[in-house]
Every structure is written in structure tokens, then in C-alpha cells.
């Protein structure tokens, strides 16, 4: 069925068509009668120029979208928010900012963000001085996690059940990381090792939920650890505590991982570019929101620039 609002020339940035989460944006963004652009976007390139700030594609410019949906990988995050920025400097809708995914990849910085918006997290803490280590240690009790600041799929992750062992991962990991800061340490709920909830947020709902599952001694439920995922009923706490989390991002699109606690749910990560696995665990459609937020806010802030031309 075709959208009964005006077609929208939407760009995917991604890399590349063989992308499962790409594919299905494309298919449901094409139902509708969208026209729809795949954009490698490491290899684009801009230019600075104040008057003209162009963006090319396999050396042609690039034609002005309405909306622009980034699928930023975490590899490429950098280049990737430097190519939406200069989307965002010709006026084009995002359904993700440059800003919102670079506070998302920055776990400190997004840890620092929900703590100020009241959303409950992990204890959490960072220190760059090593000789700090037994008061750190004191304080969250062990078993902890260590964890890096810019790891994603559950890479660069430790779980540390000894003070003796806490300490040769974070000599280890500072050792790596000459910014201390690069390196979090987060208290162990013991009452959900090895599970976790991923919610799927699309504007202001849930579309879409699942609990992840490690299959064996794991302590990471991530899908690409092997982590099984199977469908699950949020409460109506869960599902607030994950679209405040998103907004608090800001963040319109995103896959906010959550875990069950003995004070509630607790926010673990939130997800810039959520991978659509959950589509397969599930059966729901997370692709079809999605293009009918772009269709709703992306015509609204056209239809505002024409009237104010």
C-alpha cells in the first residue's frame, strides 16, 4: 500500500544493500512508493564549503533527500557522523543526529547522561588513577564488570569474581588505554547474569521486545556471543524506563538494553543503530514504524520549509 502523504526521496546510509537490517528498511520503504537510496557512506566525501557543503558519492554529488537514516557501524563512527553532519548542514531530516549517536558510542558519556536524566543504571565508576584501584574495588564489591568504553557486541568485557583478578584486568586495560577514562567498572547484578532485554524504540513506543539468553556459562546475552533471544512482555515500567532512556539520547530510533533487578530495571546500554535479529526472534515488524515515523515527521518538516519559503 502507498503512503497517503507526500513520497519521500529517502537515503540509507549503510554499508551496503547486503545488510539484512538494510534490505528490510529498503523492501518497506519501497511498498509505500518511497524512493529509496543505499549509500556506502565511507565512501563518501564533503565539501567544506560554506556556501555549497556537498556531499559525493563514487564522484557524483548527491541530490537533496528529505530524510536520511544513518546505519552507522561502530568501526566507523567518526567518518560516519562527519557524512550526517554535513546532511544536517543542508537541512536534510535525520532520523538520528550526528550528536545522538556520538553520546550513544561514548558509553561514559551515556552513563553520564542517563544518571542526569534519573534513569536507573548499574554502579558505575571510572578512575584513571591505578593506585585507587582497592577504594574502586571497595566500593562495588566484587564480582564486577570492566568493561571499555567504546566496545560493542559484548567486546571488551570482563567479568572479574576475584579482587586478584579485578586488578590484572584493570592494570591490563589501562595498560591498553593510555585515557583511563576509556575504562568503566560496573557493578555485577547477579540476580540477571547472563540474561538481558532488548526494547526496540521507534518515537515514543516499544515496538518490539526480546530477552537474550547466553547458552552457557557466558555472562553476555548478546546475540552475537551466541545469546539466544526469545519474545518477552515488558512491563509498563520497562517500556518507560526505555523510551525515556532513548528521548534522554535523543535518540528517535533505538535499542535499549535493559535488565530485571531486586530494585527494578536497570539501563545497560542504549543503541545508536539496533540491529533487526529481533525481527527473526520475534516476528514483529520493526521496519514498518520506522518508515512510518520518517513518513510522518520528515513530510511535517518539508511541508514547514515550503510554507516558510
Known amino acids: 500500500m502507498k503512503s497517503q502523504i507526500s513520497l519521500n526521496r529517502i537515503a540509507i546510509l549503510s554499508n551496503g544493500n547486503a545488510n539484512y537490517s538494510t534490505k528490510r528498511l529498503v523492501e518497506e520503504a519501497e511498498k509505500r512508493g ?22 559525493f558519492y563514487k564522484g557524483k554529488k548527491l541530490d537533496r533527500f528529505d530524510a536520511i537514516l544513518p546505519r552507522i ?3 566507523m563512527t567518526r567518518y560516519g557522523c562527519a557524512i ?3 546532511f544536517e548542514m543542508q537541512g536534510v531530516w535525520t532520523t538520528s543526529s550526528s550528536i545522538a549517536i556520538t553520546r550513544a558510542r561514548d558509553k561514559l558519556r551515556a552513563a553520564q547522561i542517563l544518571t542526569k536524566a534519573g534513569i536507573n543504571t548499574p554502579k558505575t565508576f571510572v578512575s584513571r588513577n591505578t ?27 570482563v567479568l572479574a569474581d576475584t579482587k586478584k583478578a579485578a586488578k590484572s584486568a584493570l592494570q591490563a586495560f589501562y595498560l591498553y588505554n593510555e585515557d583511563g577514562t576509556n575504562v568503566l567498572l560496573q557493578e555485577y547484578i547477579k540476580e540477571s547474569a547472563g540474561t538481558d532485554i532488548r526494547a526496540f524504540v521507534v518515537g515514543s513506543k516499544v515496538v518490539a521486545s526480546m530477552q537474550r539468553q547466553s547458552l552457557d556459562d557466558d555472562f553476555r546475552s548478546n546475540l552475537h556471543k551466541g545469546g539466544e533471544g526469545k519474545i518477552i512482555k515488558l512491563t509498563d515500567e ?4 526505555a523510551v525515556r532512556a532513548a528521548k534522554a539520547m535523543g535518540l528517535h530510533i533505538a535499542g535499549v538494553d535493559l535488565m530485571r533487578s531486586n530494585r527494578g530495571p536497570l539501563i545497560l546500554e542504549v543503541n545508536a543503530s ?3 535479529g529481533i525481527e527473526r526472534v520475534t516476528g514483529r515488524n520493526v521496519a514498518a514504524p520506522i518508515i512510518d515515523y520518517i513518513e510522518h515527521n520528515a513530510a511535517r518538516r518539508n511541508t514547514k520549509d515550503r510554507v516558510g519559503a
Do not use: W
Not at 574495588?137 to 568493561?147: A, E, F, Q, R, S
Open 34 to 55: 518511497h524512493e529509496v537510496k543505499v549509500i556506502k557512506y565511507k565512501n563518501c566525501y564533503i565539501s567544506l564549503d560554506e556556501k555549497h557543503p556537498d556531499i
Open 73 to 75: 557501524s561502530n568501526g
Open 84 to 86: 550526517v553532519r554535513q
Open 131 to 157: 593506585t585507587d584501584i582497592d577504594a574502586l574495588l571497595d566500593h562495588i564489591g566484587v564480582p564486577m564488570i570492566i568493561k571499555l568504553a567504546t566496545g560493542t557486541h559484548g567486546n571488551g568485557v
Open 238 to 241: 520497562e517500556k518507560k524506563i
Open 274 to 276: 539496533p540491529g533487526f
